[in-house]
């Protein structure tokens, strides 16, 4: 009797992953591979056949600074848990010497200080996000090529057994954690690629499939230069996060346009309102935020400068009131924004019944200049 053959698709994703992975692009922009590499981690862990006795993944991030490898980690913790501050972080620039290690692990007894040293690292900190559905801890060690020796001792079993072992003898288990190891290296090569612009792609030497291939070689080599073959080995993934493009920033600057705009909803009891930006605007904190040495982080730096610390104060001074409708301009051969309310098409709205949402739309449908903010509840 022949038996029936059912073709399997493994490309197939569970619906937890799609979302996980749509929430991670709405976040991230321009990684579209180190997004697609976390998810497929992720399916691992969903499937529940992650390798026993390690921790789920061991993630080395590589790539220029401003990129967003951190903002990757914060945005899973965003997806995961609905904060992005659900990440247990260890900044390795503030243990670049060995007797700093007992701020993480506690002192030992014996020592003076055992009992007023607390260890940064402990069960209940890499558990607390954790829920009945997602049985899993984000753990971030940031700008790891900075550690000390007694830090990377740690790091080594830490990545090989899921085991850490605290100075007052108790084990802390990294089984369901998901291990996130971020490094710079290699960015000084990165800018020589693109013709000294770091971290965005100006008119380049190549194109960019071949300047994405020249990334991701420098940066492995870099990698491979500075961390020894017993740290590489226990590496599950390294993830190279490319070279951002102008059309990435445009996308970056609306997302942070975005969680202004939230931040004034949520912070201004009884002042909310609402406002929009003119393409000049637009083209004016773009050119502001980009910045060579910094990328992406640049943009924030310029928005706080030119859009929030200015309506901070037109907010304080009372010259914008709930339900109003705010335009942002940049006048020809200014250096700084121009803010108007829109008297015809202010959002007249009573204080009992503003509703954030609502006015948003209200405020995309009564037309002006330019391009209005496009407002997503948080719970998307």
């Not at 607390?118 to 069960?123: A, C, G, K």
């Not at 309102?273 to 935020?289: I, K």
């Amino acid at each position: 009797m022949a038996t029936m053959r059912l073709m399997l698709d493994p490309a197939k994703r569970s619906p937890e992953v799609q979302q996980f992975e749509d929430g991670l692009r709405r976040r991230v922009v321009g990684q579209d591979r180190a997004i697609r590499q976390l998810s497929r981690v992720y399916q691992v862990f969903r499937a529940g056949i992650s390798a026993p006795g390690r921790p789920l993944a061991n993630l080395l991030l590589l790539g220029p600074t401003g990129s967003g490898k951190t903002r990757l980690v914060e945005a899973a913790a965003e997806v995961l848990f609905g904060d992005a501050r659900a990440v247990l972080k260890v900044d390795c620039a503030e243990f670049q010497h060995s007797h700093e290690i007992s701020k993480l692990v506690g002192s030992p007894p014996g020592y003076l200080g055992h009992r007023e040293t607390h260890p940064l690292i402990t069960q209940e900190a890499i558990d607390q996000y954790q829920t009945e559905t997602t049985q899993l801890s984000l753990v971030l060690f940031d700008e790891v090529e900075k550690a000390s020796d007694a830090l990377w001792q740690l790091l080594l079993g830490i990545l090989d057994k899921a085991t850490l072992t605290l100075g007052d003898n108790r084990r802390v288990d990294f089984s369901r954690s998901m291990l996130f190891l971020t490094s710079n290296l290699g960015s000084q090569e990165m800018a020589s690629l693109v013709e000294g612009t770091l971290g965005f792609v100006g008119a380049g030497k190549f194109d960019d499939a071949e300047l994405d291939h020249k990334i991701y070689k420098t940066a492995s080599e870099a990698a491979r230069r500075k961390f020894s073959p017993e740290f590489m080995n226990r590496i599950d993934r390294v993830i190279v996060f490319r070279s951002l493009q102008r059309l990435h920033l445009e996308a970056i600057l609306d997302i942070e346009l975005e969680r202004i705009q939230e931040r004034i909803m949520k912070s201004t009891a009884g002042k909310q309102f609402v406002f929009q930006l003119t393409s000049s605007a637009r083209d004016f904190l773009l050119l502001e935020g980009i910045d060579p040495k910094y990328g992406a982080r640049h943009l924030k730096r310029a928005l706080e400068r030119h859009l929030v610390f200015p309506i901070s104060n037109l907010v304080a001074t009372d010259q914008i009131h709930l339900g109003d409708l705010i335009t942002v301009d940049i006048e020809p051969g200014t250096t700084r924004p121009t803010f108007f309310k829109e008297e015809s098409g202010a959002l007249v709205i009573p204080a009992a019944q503003f509703n954030p949402a609502k006015a948003l739309t209200a405020a995309s449908s009564a037309g002006g200049p330019g391009s209005f903010l496009t407002y997503h509840p948080s719970a998307e």
